[in-house]
Nanobody, 128 residues
């Protein structure tokens, strides 16, 4: 089992920045991909960013490319999401997720169904 705990959400004005953290514990050696997803009220959960264990490649949704950066600290078993130039449409609950399937260790995944472990979520609100 893997446990994920997010932190760092909050209220920020448009154009501002936030950094989310996701601390993993348990069988962290089994994690091949770490991802961030978000869900706004009345909408489906959507992919934001992912980072793979093999090679550290990163992947982003078009809507956040150039503004958000995903990174990891392997010593701390923590993944970060640096969010800059925030927009009101970035308002959502942000979830950290982990995928333990090695088949995706190079390619990552954009699909929530591929991630077995999820954090509790952290609210990000961007005011206009």
């Amino acid at each position: 089992q893997v446990q994920l705990v997010e932190s760092g959400g909050g209220l920020v004005q448009a154009g501002g920045s936030l950094r989310l953290s996701c601390a993993a514990s348990g069988r962290t050696f089994s994690i091949y991909v770490m991802g961030w997803f978000r869900q706004a009220p009345g909408k489906e959960r959507e992919f934001v960013a992912a980072i793979v264990r093999t090679g550290g490649s990163t992947y982003y949704a078009d809507s956040v490319k150039g503004r958000f950066t995903i990174s990891r600290d392997n010593v701390k078993n923590t993944v970060y999401l640096e969010m800059n130039s925030l927009k009101p449409e970035d308002t959502a609950v942000y979830y950290c997720a982990a995928d333990s399937n090695p088949i995706r260790s190079y390619s990552g995944s954009y699909y929530p169904r591929d991630y077995e472990y999820w954090g509790q979520g952290t609210q990000v609100t961007v005011s206009s």
